[in-house]
């Protein structure tokens, strides 16, 4: 550093946050100027000696904010500006108010811990992609989330779901022919095609291209049964108005083919607060680390004894560990403290009928429905226990109201057909199995108690057509594909009763 020296600190980059200091050589300084100069230079050095970047930002935060959310993000701020040279604080600083939705704390929060970790930084990718999202919510003018993802994708072409992103927000904004040939490169570098073909179809159906859609769709699903593949198709169908779309609706609720996307789903570990708990106890329920979730509940449970939400959530848990008894407990504490929810008799009549229990079960789900009598749900729920229970004439009755509260409900429609088939009423079980078939595509076991229907009636030739629609389902367990195979051995042999 030279003596004769002095500096210039200004604000500059994109938010104005952060610090450049420049030396600029001094010229001419006699007498008093020496002084000032010196100071100059002293409090220039100080300066330049601190971090480039500017000291964490803090939102001004609503009053009936939730305390733990509160208390959180104001402990992140206070980490990171204890420590303003590290990256990782203010990146998880920028993370928390990301997730909360503090888009305009997050956003210069991410650019900060970027400057501070520089591109050679091991999160610099990640971190540069949250901020893309970060400026997509907020919005930011239109293409600068763009060209913040384009420089993702420059920084970390590995990185697969950053072109996939990149390609779906190119398509929103109106850029199909570049989205498709993000995706093109995309599909180059990538080992495993499926989510880049599965974001060209999203993108070709979001953009008005449902017939392009279906050409590229129909041989891929006819070779796989891929129900991602056939939700998809479905789509692409009802948009055309085409009829085929009918013998996809059962594969409406399924997720079409979103891959997975860890840089981004980290955000969610940031959340916190009542429905953030709830919301991460439900996805490690159902994604098989039930006992995390009852970790985290159990404290809940506690602080909020009398919450329905937090009760069934905690007793879902212990099911899914196979833990009936705990579950068992949780539900009837809950009642035995004069607790009446739907949710906990609905929850508490599945697990007796879980355990081998059917009465009992019957009396929860019942209270269930005199609580909310328009549950589908408890309909189907209690037509399943009846027909475990061989209450067949019950289970067609609880059943039918079932189908009427939600037709869509492929469950409440099989154990129909069901009921009705050993209720010897034939014609009737075809005439549902027919209609859950024509309405949800194929369906293995609909079409074996329609094949077996057939059979009941002699109409053999529809039977063993029953039969051949029934094999080319998707997904069968095994046992279903013997069964069918047992049948169509059978009724090859088989001649109608009227034949000499």
Request: aromatic share 6%; glycine share 8%.
């Amino acid at each position: 550093m030279n003596r004769n020296d002095s500096f210039d600190v200004n604000l500059t980059g994109p938010t104005g946050l952060g610090l450049i200091c420049t030396r600029r050589p001094r010229r001419g300084r006699s007498g008093p100027g020496l002084v000032f100069g010196l100071t100059a230079l002293v409090l220039g050095a100080i300066a330049c000696t601190q971090s480039p970047v500017a000291p964490p930002r803090q939102p001004e935060l609503p009053e009936d904010l939730d305390a733990e959310i509160a208390a959180s993000l104001g402990a992140r701020f206070e980490a990171a500006a204890s420590s303003p040279m590290s990256p990782e604080l203010r990146a998880e600083l920028a993370m928390a108010y990301h997730a909360h939705q503090y888009l305009e704390a997050a956003c210069p929060s991410y650019r900060q811990a970027i400057a501070l970790g520089g591109p050679s930084h091991a999160e610099a990718a990640p971190w540069s992609y949250r901020l893309a999202h970060c400026l997509r919510e907020l919005p930011a003018p239109p293409g600068v989330a763009v060209a913040q993802l384009e420089g993702v994708v420059r920084l970390d072409p590995a990185y697969g779901p950053a072109r996939v992103t990149l390609a779906e927000w190119l398509a929103q904004d109106g850029e199909l022919d570049k989205a498709l040939a993000v995706l093109d490169d995309a599909a180059a570098a990538e080992s495993d095609p499926a989510p880049v073909r599965f974001a060209r179809w999203r993108i070709l159906l979001e953009s008005g291209k449902a017939a392009d859609m279906a050409e590229a769709a129909e041989e891929a699903y006819a070779g796989s049964n891929d129900p991602r593949i056939g939700a998809l198709l479905g789509r692409a169908y009802r948009q055309l108005d085409d009829p085929r779309a009918g013998g996809l609706q059962h594969l409406s609720r399924v997720q079409a083919g979103a891959a997975p996307d860890p840089w981004r789903d980290a955000i969610q570990d940031f959340e916190v607060g009542f429905k953030a708990d709830m919301d991460r106890a439900r996805r490690w329920t159902q994604s098989g680390e039930p006992d995390r979730a009852v970790e985290l509940l159990e404290p809940r449970l506690e602080s909020r004894p009398d919450d329905a939400t937090v009760i069934t959530s905690l007793a879902s848990a212990h099911v899914a560990a196979r833990r009936l008894g705990d579950a068992q407990q949780i539900l009837s504490d809950a009642i035995g403290r004069g607790i009446e929810h739907f949710a906990i008799h609905l929850n508490l009549g599945r697990v007796y009928q879980l355990g081998g229990a059917l009465e009992p079960a019957l009396e929860q789900t019942q209270r269930a429905i005199d609580l909310n009598p328009t549950l589908a749900g408890a309909w189907t729920q209690k037509g399943r226990q009846l027909f475990l229970a061989r209450r067949f004439d019950e289970a067609s009755d609880a059943l039918d109201k079932a189908t009427e509260l939600d037709p869509a409900d492929v469950e409440a429609a099989l154990l129909l057909g069901k009921s009705r088939f050993q209720l010897g009423r034939y014609g009737a079980a075809v005439e549902e199995l027919e209609r859950l078939l024509a309405t949800f595509g194929r369906h293995g076991e609909a079409s074996l108690i329609v094949a077996l229907a057939h059979e009941k009636t002699g109409d053999l030739d529809r039977a063993r057509d029953a039969v051949r629609k029934g094999l080319l389902a998707p997904g069968m367990p095994g046992a279903l594909v013997q069964a069918l195979r047992q049948l169509e051995t059978r009724l090859a042999v088989e001649v109608p009763s009227d034949r000499p």
